[in-house]
């Protein structure tokens, strides 16, 4: 099992930028896929981004391409979210998930998951 804690979150205008930080601890925290999830209220949790534990396979959803960008410090057991060109249709409670198996674009298939950071973006 691996512990997550996500950092970062708050309040921005649209137009604005936030990084998002996800610290890992617990077996195998260096070596795992990480991923970014949203939640929006009354909606289900969506995929935003996903990077492997070299870092050279990365995906993200189209409505966040070129927009943010996902990476990770293998050496801080860290991986980042940098969210640029905010809009008011990205404020959700932002997840950091690790150790996928099968499809990572499905939550479903995610082992790990953090507490949850809000991010909002008015308007």
């Known amino acids: 099992q691996v512990q997550l804690v996500e950092s970062g979150g708050g309040l921005v205008q649209a137009g604005g930028s936030l990084r998002l930080s996800c610290a890992a601890s617990?077996?195998?925290?260096?070596?795992?896929?990480m991923g970014w999830f949203r939640q929006a209220p009354g909606e289900e949790r969506e995929f935003v981004a996903s990077i492997s534990w070299s870092g050279a396979v990365i995906f993200y959803a189209d409505s966040v391409k070129g927009r943010f960008t996902i990476s990770r410090d293998n050496a801080k057991n860290t991986v980042y979210l940098q969210m640029n060109s905010l809009k008011p249709e990205d404020t959700a409670v932002y997840y950091c998930a690790a150790d996928p198996e099968g499809n990572w674009r499905r939550s479903q298939d995610w082992g790990s998951w953090g507490q949850g950071t809000q991010v909002t973006v008015s308007s």
């Open positions: 617990g077996r195998t925290s260096d070596s795992v896929p």
